[in-house]
């Protein structure tokens, strides 16, 4: 079992930058994918970005390309989003989540990760 835990949301205005922290308990962080969803209520769940086990492969959804970066530390058991030049339609709530999967395709499907956390809010104003 993983329990994900995620810091650093906030309020921050239009064209600012926040950094999203996820740490992650158990040994078998570092062979998992790691990815960060969004999802505002009563919307459907957003991929935006994945990191594979080692951190030599990412993905990011075409919205927050150039703008997002995401890394991990697994000495720290912790993955990080990087969020520059925000916006106000990036105000949501924002997940890490962990695919135990042995795969080389990161997946941007939220059914295909196994655990979750319980999310922090950014809040972006204009």
């Known amino acids: 079992q993983v329990q994900l835990v995620e810091s650093g949301g906030g309020f921050v205005q239009a064209g600012g930058s926040l950094r999203l922290s996820c740490a992650a308990s158990?040994?078998?962080?570092?062979?998992?994918?790691m990815g960060w969803f969004r999802q505002a209520p009563g919307k459907e769940r957003e991929f935006v970005a994945a990191?594979?086990?080692?951190?030599?492969?990412?993905a990011y959804a075409d919205s927050v390309k150039g703008r997002f970066t995401i890394s991990r530390d697994n000495a720290k058991n912790t993955v990080f989003l990087q969020m520059n030049s925000l916006k106000p339609e990036n105000t949501t709530g924002y997940y890490c989540?962990?695919?135990?999967?042995?795969?080389?395709?990161?997946?941007?499907?939220?059914?295909?990760?196994?655990?979750w956390g319980q999310g922090t809010q950014v809040t972006v104003s204009s």
């Open positions: 990191i594979s086990w080692r951190g030599g492969s990412t």
């Open positions: 158990g040994r078998t962080f570092s062979t998992y994918t």
């Open positions: 989540a962990a695919d135990r999967r042995v795969t080389v395709v990161l997946s941007r499907r939220g059914d295909e990760y196994d655990y």
